[in-house]
């Protein structure tokens, strides 16, 4: 198993930060189709990122085709 570094780690703490402002948004008064427009592309960040920092930990690629 490798070591975590303090850069992924704090890519980590960066994504749960984007998470929870994904969260919080999403109770500002604003048209549902902004929340959802906001929500995918906020999700499809996130998604990206944790894949990313998975491969890098982990040295696997469970998504790759």
Known sequence: MKIITVEQ???LGRIADQAN???AASQL???AEIHIEGMRS???D???ALRKLY???SGDN???E
């Open 62 to 64: 469970p998504w790759a």
């Open 21 to 23: 402002n994904l969260a």
């Open 55 to 57: 491969i890098e930990i």
């Open 9 to 11: 780690l704090d890519e």
């Open 42 to 44: 906020g999700l499809e």
């Open 29 to 31: 008064p604003v048209k």
């Open 46 to 48: 996130i998604d990206k």
